[in-house]
């Protein structure tokens, strides 16, 4: 444990990373809720040690489980989001094996009896109590989320980040990671606007018999191993049609009008190209291309979106590709990934290019954007 884990470390690069921008639209706090927020936060820190001191005995026996049955390191540390889109270092027991130890294609098949068992009964988490006596995180709030998510939330689900992460919160105990993520982002959303001792108390409540019955605990599919947030699939402002069998897609306001339409193929190797676009004016594109990419990134499994280049692309379409991280294949970037752009999609020379998966190791994370929006180059 001496040292930042492999997965964390940084190195100096030379170029600079084309990512999207993080889209922001802040929500004010009542100032009874920064009130509220003051003292939970000298209450959280009380409850914490507490929990630590009593679960001092189960912690040392899960550390023998883990170091039985996984080896070392007992801990394993993730970089998360908290208030404002701050990143600290979220601290829980292993449950997985190393990926080298034998090769996985899913992180659900390097999950060991005992790791399934501390995650079904939460015990994994135990380590988190740290997190919330040094501030990182209270006690209740929305779920802290890996920062290889910064850029694919809507402006209006990053507003979950207005107030601190959470060890529980409002979305685990209404289903936890059996409902789909616009739902779990919905909920935490409704949190943020009903925020007070009142909702805490009751969220706290609920915990204790949602972590004995173990509700919740499997993901979309039966996983016991997180789902990768793919980003919205719709919008308060914008709802997405399609793509359908034949490609085409239509992005619409919510009085109907169209945004934004145009025809993409899914191809082989984890790449979809972009081969018409049609803009209907009015603001939100930004939003409207992210909605596209979340749908791809849903459906199968894309990591490059490429646009044609015969695509014919106004200042204002051009631009909100650019806050998505699209940029030109000669452009004097990196990507977050050792995988090599495809230089010719269908035979031609792409006119912009974005990489949309989670960040290999070894990349920093995309960068929280607050204020006005400008396509991001970290």
């Not at 015990?123 to 990182?136: A, F, K």
């Not at 605990?217 to 793509?243: A, I, M, R």
């Not at 970037?333 to 035979?347: I, K």
Request: aromatic letters at 6%; one cysteine or more.
């Amino acid at each position: 444990m001496n040292g930042r884990p492999a997965s964390l470390e940084h190195p100096r690069r030379t170029r600079p990373i084309a990512g999207a921008a993080q889209r922001v639209r802040p929500v004010r706090l009542s100032r009874r809720q920064l009130v509220y927020l003051r003292v939970r936060r000298r209450v959280d820190v009380v409850l914490a040690l507490v929990g630590l001191a009593v679960a001092a005995i189960p912690m040392g026996l899960v550390a023998v489980g883990v170091l039985l049955t996984m080896g070392r390191p007992v801990l394993f540390a993730q970089e998360r989001m908290s208030q404002g889109g701050r990143v600290f270092r979220l601290w829980k027991f292993r449950s997985m094996r190393h990926p080298g130890a034998r090769p996985a294609t899913h992180d659900e098949d390097r999950l060991v009896p005992f790791g399934r068992f501390i995650r079904s009964t939460s015990l994994d988490e135990l380590p988190s109590l740290w997190n919330i006596v040094r501030g990182d995180m209270g006690l209740i709030g929305p779920r802290p989320l890996p920062t290889y998510y910064l850029g694919r939330f809507s402006a209006e689900q990053f507003a979950r980040h207005t107030v601190p992460a959470g060890l529980t919160g409002h979305a685990q105990v209404h289903g936890r990671n059996e409902v789909e993520w616009d739902t779990r982002m919905s909920i935490d959303q409704d949190y943020i606007e009903r925020l007070g001792p009142r909702l805490d108390l009751k969220i706290l409540v609920d915990t204790v018999g949602v972590v004995l019955r173990r509700k919740g605990v499997h993901y979309e599919g039966g996983l016991t191993s997180s789902t990768d947030f793919p980003g919205p699939q719709s919008t308060t402002d914008l709802d997405l049609e399609g793509p359908d069998a034949e490609g085409a897609w239509t992005c619409l306001d919510r009085h109907g009008k169209m945004l934004l339409a145009g025809d993409v193929q899914v191809l082989g190797g984890g790449v979809a190209l972009l081969t018409s676009a049609s803009w209907g004016g009015g603001p939100q594109l930004e939003e409207a291309i992210l909605l596209l990419v979340s749908r791809l990134r849903a459906r199968s499994r894309i990591s490059w979106v490429c646009v044609a280049p015969d695509v014919e692309l106004p200042e204002a379409l051009a631009e909100a590709l650019r806050g998505n991280g699209f940029v030109p294949p000669e452009a004097d970037v990196d990507f977050p990934t050792e995988d090599s752009p495809p230089t010719l999609v269908e035979g031609q020379v792409p006119a912009l290019i974005a990489f949309v998966e989670r960040p290999q190791p070894g990349f920093p994370p995309p960068a929280p954007c607050v204020g006005p929006q400008r396509p991001r180059i970290a």
